[in-house]
Structure formats: structure tokens, C-alpha cells
Antibody, heavy 126, light 110 residues
């Protein structure tokens, strides 16, 4: 059974870089034609998609965060990672990694996050 | 506020039926597929519905989804206290080139 687990520092200083890793177990990150995504949720608020990556390294990002975000993949470790630079208090959130099932069809785009990590809380504070 | 509009809260009694709406536009719901997620406070979201009306394996048929024009609806029948959670819709926006989520709806089972 596929499982995802986020890891990384729970506290980041303002203006620094937030770095998180998602480890995929129970299956290969490159064995299925899926993307792998990052989603965040500020305390008491809704969810925001950050971006997603294919095992080949192809990425697409939320335009509102694109200038500060880098998502990368390491197939040898079965991991993908998130870097968000120049963080502020507004970046304080629970960060989730998830398997992103994305299909472009004649009828439109199908986007769904079907397997999620448990989430990790990241606080931006000095 | 979110591009996808959901009611902040809905409530119903155990055993009853409830619907949660998600309103968007032609650039998102109108021309793309909708998914729905259930999030029990303190836990990760769980996919309930994808491609407007399909249920992943393990999701009971008490949960259903539909779409009409630029709006989508999640239906839950036979409400149980365990259904108390926040529910989110999601879709792609072709104009913004972004995956969108609704603001979420808190379901209370009275």
C-alpha cells in the first residue's frame, strides 16, 4: 500500500528557505504515470496547491508562488522535495505531500490528489 | 476569498441527507472535472469523489457527486456522526493554470 511521509524542520526563520521532503513507500515514485504534489493549509484556513512534479522532473507550479518555489525529485531515494524561499509568517501552514492524478482529456482536465501524507506543520518565526 | 465558492457550513440530523455546493466559472468547473475531499480536523484530507462523480475504492456509495454547468454538488445520505468534517471541492482552472480548492464547508451532524 502506497504511503507518503513528509519530513523537514518545523520552524523556519523569516527570509530563509523552507525545505521539506516527501518519502514514498510501498511503491516506486516512477512506476506510475502520476504527478506528485505539495499542498499547504494555514491554520484554520483552506487548502492551497503549491505545485507538482512528474518522476521525469517535469514540474508545474501555482503562479502565485512560482517565483519562490522549486520542486525536485530523486527517484533513487523515492523522494520528492519542496523548497520555498524568502518565507514570511504568511507561509506558516501544514504542508502536505500527495499523489497527484492528472489527466488531460477532451472533456477537460481531471485533477485529484488520491493519497496524502499526514502533513507537517511549519512555522515561520524568528 | 476563493474562486470556488462553498457555503461555510451545513448541518443535518443523523440519517438524513445533505448537499454541499461548489460554485465556479467556465474556466474551472464549467470545463474541467471536479473532485471532493473530506478532512476530519487534525488529519489529512481524503479523496471522496473524482471526475465529478466517481468514487475511489473504499468510499461508500452514501457519498455522491454531480456537476451542472459551472457548479458541482456533493451529496451525503444516511448521515453519521463520523461524517462531521470539513469538505472541499477542487478543480483545474484553465485561465489561471492552477489547481483550485474551494474554501471548505463544515458539516455538523446534529
Amino acid at each position: 500500500q502506497l504511503q507518503l511521509q513528509e519530513s523537514g524542520p518545523g520552524l523556519v526563520k523569516p527570509s530563509e528557505t523552507l525545505s521539506l521532503t516527501c518519502t514514498v513507500s510501498g511503491g516506486s515514485i516512477s512506476s506510475t504515470s502520476n504527478y506528485w504534489g505539495w499542498i499547504r493549509q494555514p491554520p484554520g484556513k483552506g487548502m492551497e496547491w503549491i505545485g507538482s512534479i512528474y518522476y521525469s522532473g517535469n514540474t508545474y507550479y501555482n503562479p502565485s508562488l512560482k517565483s519562490r518555489v522549486t520542486i525536485s525529485v530523486d527517484t533513487s531515494k523515492n523522494q520528492f522535495s519542496l523548497k520555498l524561499n524568502s518565507v514570511t509568517a504568511a507561509d506558516t501552514a501544514v504542508y502536505y505531500c500527495a499523489r497527484h492524478v492528472e489527466v488531460e482529456t477532451y472533456g477537460g482536465n481531471s485533477e485529484a490528489f488520491d493519497i496524502w501524507g499526514q502533513g507537517t506543520m511549519v512555522t515561520v518565526s524568528s | 476569498q476563493s474562486v470556488l465558492t462553498q457555503p461555510p457550513s451545513v448541518s443535518a440530523a443523523p440519517g438524513q441527507k445533505v448537499t454541499i455546493s461548489c460554485s465556479g466559472s467556465s474556466s474551472n468547473i464549467g470545463n474541467n472535472y471536479v473532485s471532493w475531499y473530506q478532512q476530519v480536523p487534525g488529519t489529512a484530507p481524503k479523496l471522496l469523489i473524482y471526475d465529478n462523480n466517481k468514487r475511489p475504492s473504499g468510499i461508500p456509495d452514501r457519498f455522491s457527486g454531480s456537476k451542472s454547468g459551472t457548479s458541482a454538488t456533493l451529496g451525503i445520505t444516511g448521515l453519521q456522526t463520523g461524517d462531521e468534517a470539513d469538505y472541499y471541492c477542487g478543480t483545474w482552472d484553465s485561465s489561471l493554470s492552477v489547481v483550485l480548492f474551494g474554501g471548505g464547508t463544515k458539516l455538523t451532524v446534529l
